[in-house]
């Protein structure tokens, strides 16, 4: 069962409950903290300069060094491929079960420093203030909105089995399973000038830290359960079913054997490359009740 076929002015059922407050953290910036009172857990997104923040290696030490707080419970990242110049961002999702919202955004303002400037990495992020979370989220959910405001609110949103368009902006979604050989592979496909005005591609790769019993009891487990989405857009649905069929169709067919259309959840897609923690894993759990 999918969301909605089609919406005027409201909110997708997972942004219920949503809330962002801006706090200020002990090193005096303003940070915009996402929370989601059914899941317990608090949010906070980053921005970095592509060119600094994107080397993989660097960012897998980053990633490891940010395991060890024991609130992190998981930590994606959204890019452009095409467009080194643009930012790219870093979502980290921090467990605070059992702690009231002020607690655990208390506790976030405390621990962000060392995420975004840490002393054990070189790399260093930007965190977002309330409004640059909104404007950045309302980019994405609702391109057309004149007012800006959290959660984003789209003019119309027309979501199907396989594709949603939010305004006047309609996206594919799909599933990764996550290699470096498939990664390199779609940036340097989109590299290549296959996008033409008005069509851009998001890759977000989202990294949920397993636990210490699971590593325990799974040998080969790792620190890290890694997927990925991929996110096509253009202008409107035809043109986008083919810019996704020129992309799917110019991979190797190993590649195109990890990548399948994410049916019934377009949104959960488009709202993680918004910087909204809309997980996979909670996604059941939230239909259901």
């Given at each position: 069962?999918?969301?909605?076929s089609?919406?005027?002015?409201?909110?997708?059922?997972?942004?219920?409950?949503?809330?962002?407050?801006?706090?200020?953290?002990?090193?005096?910036?303003?940070?915009?903290?996402?929370?989601?009172?059914?899941?317990?857990?608090?949010?906070?997104?980053?921005?970095?300069?592509?060119?600094?923040?994107?080397?993989?290696?660097?960012?897998?030490?980053?990633?490891?060094?940010?395991?060890?707080k024991?609130?992190?419970?998981?930590?994606?990242?959204?890019?452009?491929?095409?467009?080194?110049?643009?930012?790219m961002?870093?979502?980290?999702?921090?467990?605070?079960?059992?702690?009231?919202?002020?607690?655990?955004?208390?506790?976030?303002?405390?621990e962000?420093?060392?995420?975004?400037?840490?002393?054990?990495?070189?790399?260093?992020?930007?965190?977002?203030?309330?409004?640059?979370?909104?404007?950045?989220?309302?980019?994405?959910?609702?391109?057309?909105?004149?007012?800006?405001?959290?959660?984003?609110?789209?003019?119309?949103?027309?979501?199907?089995?396989?594709?949603?368009?939010?305004?006047?902006?309609?996206?594919?979604?799909?599933?990764?399973?996550?290699?470096?050989?498939?990664?390199?592979?779609?940036?340097?496909?989109?590299?290549?000038?296959i996008?033409?005005?008005?069509?851009?591609?998001?890759?977000?790769?989202?990294?949920?830290?397993?636990?210490?019993?699971?590593?325990?009891?799974?040998?080969?487990?790792?620190?890290?359960?890694?997927?990925?989405?991929?996110?096509?857009?253009?202008?409107?649905?035809?043109?986008c079913?083919?810019?996704?069929?020129?992309?799917?169709?110019?991979?190797?067919?190993?590649?195109?054997?990890?990548?399948?259309?994410?049916?019934?959840?377009?949104?959960?897609?488009?709202?993680?490359?918004?910087?909204?923690?809309?997980?996979?894993?909670?996604?059941?759990?939230?239909?259901?009740?």
């Amino acid at each position: 069962m999918w969301w909605a076929s089609k919406s005027t002015k409201t909110h997708v059922p997972i942004l219920k409950g949503l809330t962002i407050t801006q706090v200020r953290d002990v090193g005096g910036f303003d940070i915009g903290v996402m929370w989601q009172s059914q899941f317990k857990q608090a949010s906070v997104l980053l921005e970095g300069t592509f060119d600094t923040v994107s080397d993989y290696e660097l960012l897998e030490l980053w990633r490891t060094h940010m395991a060890e707080k024991s609130i992190v419970g998981s930590i994606s990242t959204i890019a452009q491929p095409i467009c080194t110049g643009m930012p790219m961002y870093a979502l980290i999702t921090f467990l605070t079960p059992g702690m009231p919202k002020d607690e655990a955004e208390t506790l976030v303002a405390k621990e962000i420093s060392d995420c975004y400037a840490p002393y054990a990495v070189d790399i260093t992020w930007n965190p977002l203030s309330l409004l640059d979370v909104a404007e950045y989220s309302s980019t994405i959910w609702a391109p057309d909105t004149e007012n800006v405001e959290f959660p984003p609110l789209a003019e119309q949103v027309q979501e199907s089995l396989t594709s949603i368009t939010c305004d006047d902006v309609t996206r594919i979604v799909y599933d990764v399973l996550e290699d470096d050989a498939i990664n390199q592979e779609i940036n340097s496909l989109v590299s290549t000038g296959i996008l033409r005005d008005f069509e851009e591609v998001y890759r977000i790769e989202v990294n949920r830290l397993t636990t210490d019993a699971f590593r325990e009891s799974e040998k080969t487990a790792r620190l890290f359960r890694r997927s990925g989405i991929l996110v096509i857009e253009t202008a409107d649905e035809n043109s986008c079913e083919q810019l996704a069929s020129e992309i799917i169709g110019a991979l190797s067919p190993k590649a195109r054997l990890r990548i399948s259309r994410m049916i019934g959840r377009q949104h959960l897609g488009v709202l993680l490359a918004a910087g909204i923690p809309a997980y996979g894993w909670q996604y059941n759990e939230h239909v259901a009740s």
